[in-house]
């Protein structure tokens, strides 16, 4: 089978892993808005495409489906995720699985306040978020919410125009300037990452990783350490089954007080993947395996706890 992986950037790990894993039974298709995205250079083939957002954008997608006999595609970027979600009956015409989660899904991961408002509606904990800056004023007159705050987009990803703010003038000033904005509680605690498997088959939770975060870069894990918690795996199980995910997803989540806080979703293979695939959770083999029509078995927690990972830079040389 033929994949076609989108906007692979310098995600270069993912696209080694499946053309490892499609090995000599299909090709792996890249692509790409610029031609020094390395990530293209490991795959079977690649394209250049224009910007997602530009006119005509998934018309050339479904050229290269057509073109190269695609069986099925995956983004590796949050705005992407709603676009193939949205066309997924043009790409079943197409003879194309889509890869990925719901198209409500997609846009409920990709909008914070939502997410926040089905968050706390099923009883999950997660940081308190406003979108009204006078009841956010309020509740710090009344003592429910306290200074530091985070001021992002509501709608945005790989932490992108995120100001960590320490007063009122502060929040004023950024609303001022920016507009769909949001406010969110800043939650003092250990940041943890799961990288998540559901069966797209049997639609069951059958891979959990995590990981405790130790630095971050550019919104993506740097270093971490693998570790288990089955009270933690419990309740990424009962989310992703209740929210209806499906496929590859990586949660973002906070320790505090030794209660887990949910922060957000990414529907796709997060920046710190490798981790977990390294570790033996083989989330592109399970992808495989569902396209062949084989459901996973299900193995959570199936890796070794103090496995430290340490991202390092590496370099492509490529003559014009």
Not at 45 to 67: A, E, L, N
Not at 209 to 222: L, P
Request: net charge negative; hydrophobic share 40%.
């Amino acid at each position: 089978m033929n994949i076609l992986l989108l906007s692979v950037g310098t995600r270069n790990k993912i696209v080694q892993y499946f053309k490892k894993t499609v090995g000599v039974t299909g090709n792996v298709i890249a692509t790409d808005m610029s031609e020094l995205a390395s990530a293209v250079y490991e795959a079977d083939k690649f394209y250049k495409v224009p910007r997602m957002t530009d006119d005509g954008y998934i018309d050339v997608v479904f050229d290269i489906c057509k073109k190269e006999n695609i069986g099925s595609v995956l983004t590796l970027i949050d705005p992407e995720l709603s676009l193939l979600a949205k066309h997924k009956d043009k790409f079943a015409e197409l003879g194309v699985k889509v890869i990925g989660s719901s198209y409500e899904l997609c846009e409920r991961a990709l909008d914070k306040m939502e997410m926040y408002n089905w968050l706390t509606i099923h009883g999950y904990n997660c940081a308190k978020s406003y979108i009204n800056k006078e009841k956010f004023y309020a509740d710090v007159d009344a003592g429910i919410i306290t200074y530091p705050v985070f001021v992002k987009p509501v709608r945005g990803s790989a932490s992108i125009a995120i100001s960590k703010v320490y007063d009122k003038e502060t929040v004023e000033l950024l609303f001022a300037h920016n507009d769909n904005l949001m406010i969110q509680e800043f939650l003092d605690g250990q940041e943890i990452g799961a990288d998540v498997y559901i069966d797209m088959l049997s639609r069951e939770t059958v891979s959990i990783f995590t990981k405790k975060k130790i630095v971050m870069r550019a919104g993506e894990t740097d270093k971490a350490v693998s570790f288990k918690d089955e009270k933690l795996f419990a309740l990424i199980e009962k989310f992703a089954n209740e929210s209806g995910w499906l496929g590859q997803i990586d949660i973002d989540i906070f320790e505090v007080n030794e209660e887990y806080y949910i922060s957000e979703v990414n529907p796709r293979f997060g920046g710190g993947y490798p981790h977990a695939h390294e570790c033996g959770c083989d989330h592109v083999a399970m992808i495989l395996k569902n396209l062949c029509g084989i459901a996973n078995e299900k193995k959570i927690g199936s890796y070794d706890s103090d496995v430290y990972m340490m991202k390092y830079n590496e370099l492509m040389l490529k003559k014009a």
